[in-house]
């Protein structure tokens, strides 16, 4: 997987700001399906944590 598919920053859920990406991908293949990357907002602190999709066999 590219790590373009896993944006540096996403929109928080609870306030609307800014939530920037925590983790790191692996040096030699980046993230993988089925990771689990997590996010933090700069505005109220939650965390989010995601999946990443298998984009082959996402509809």
Wanted: hydrophobic fraction near 35%; charged fraction near 25%; glycine fraction near 12%.
């Amino acid at each position: 997987m590219d790590d373009l598919a896993v944006p540096a920053e996403i929109v928080c859920v609870d306030c609307g700001g800014r939530c920037g990406l925590l983790s790191v991908p692996e040096p030699d293949w980046g993230f993988q399906p089925g990771d689990v990357v997590a996010y933090r907002c700069a505005d109220c602190g939650d965390r989010w944590d995601l999946i990443v999709p298998d984009t082959e066999t996402a509809g």
